[in-house]
């Protein structure tokens, strides 16, 4: 949980870090452009720009007044981020299934079902979702109005306004809404645990050969015989082998490669920085914290 909640950390700090971007190119004046070839009296428009809080002037006076890019811009990433929220969202919605059931909503942003009582819905991950086709569409329709228009100000462009102070305010409302659910959610280990299965150790058992000299190209066949063999003999699992069963299929597996079967090690052994292993998470985080700051 730790690592899949560092990915959706590192999304989100990404876009921060794009928003800041954006902000610092859009944020230049157009004052002083007139309305297309700029004016004659004299005025500094760099001295206007600084005292008006902007970084700086648009360097073209026709590009002041056709311009609507910083409109783009920002809706643009509004759509990725909330593309991030939306898969953020799908992915708690299925982790909090019956099927699942790895985490449960708090009642504020869940609510019963209208027949079944047993049933709890996800509404609040379930309208974040929805919201990230709205902002979609606000793109996507705002680009439609402004293709083709000719340079200078066109009242095309005055169509700007809806779809970006819309997708301005639905992102703001999925920031709150997001950072409720995730900071009142419970986290059921003991499900997580029981959801765990020999199979997902395959990839381990590829890379305990690897650890022994052997090429991961056939490591990875090797493995994949070792799951068909389980298969074969209707066993549980591929841990169910015996060590003679393991060395009829590949001479090169030696008696430590039941330690392979270890769930916690499995994790432990991806200690890469990005990887899942305990300090890695805390790395990442760590790493995370300092850009934030």
Request: hydrophobic share 40%.
């Amino acid at each position: 949980m730790g690592h899949w909640l560092s990915s959706y950390a590192t999304y989100f700090t990404e876009d921060y870090k794009r928003l800041q971007e954006i902000i610092t190119r859009v944020n230049q004046s157009p004052l002083g452009s007139g309305a297309l070839a700029g004016h004659p009296y004299g005025i500094d428009r760099e001295f206007l720009a600084k005292g008006l809080g902007f970084d700086g002037v648009i360097g073209n006076s026709l590009t002041a007044v056709s311009d609507r890019d910083f409109v783009v811009e920002s809706l643009f990433w509004s759509t990725l981020f909330m593309n991030h929220i939306s898969r953020f969202s799908e992915d708690l919605i299925i982790y909090s299934s019956g099927e699942f059931g790895f985490i449960k909503l708090a009642d504020a942003y869940s609510t019963g079902s209208s027949l079944m009582p047993q049933k709890k819905n996800p509404d609040s991950l379930e309208l974040l979702r929805g919201k990230s086709g709205r902002v979609f569409g606000q793109l996507s329709g705002f680009l439609m109005s402004i293709k083709s228009i000719p340079s200078t100000y066109n009242k095309d462009m005055q169509e700007d306004k809806e779809p970006l102070f819309d997708a301005l305010t639905t992102v703001e409302h999925s920031i709150l809404i997001a950072t409720g659910v995730i900071s009142t959610l419970s986290i059921d280990k003991q499900n997580m645990e029981k959801a765990l299965t020999m199979d997902m150790l395959a990839t381990d058992l590829a890379d305990y050969l690897v650890r022994k000299g052997v090429p991961f190209r056939e490591t990875h066949h090797i493995s994949g015989e070792c799951v068909r063999k389980a298969e074969e003999e209707k066993l549980s699992g591929i841990d169910q082998l015996s060590f003679e069963q393991f060395q009829q299929i590949d001479s090169r597996f030696e008696k430590d490669v039941m330690e392979t079967f270890d769930f916690e090690a499995s994790v432990e052994r991806r200690d890469a920085l990005g990887g899942t292993a305990k300090s890695a998470v805390l790395k990442q985080l760590e790493n995370l914290k300092s850009i934030l700051s």
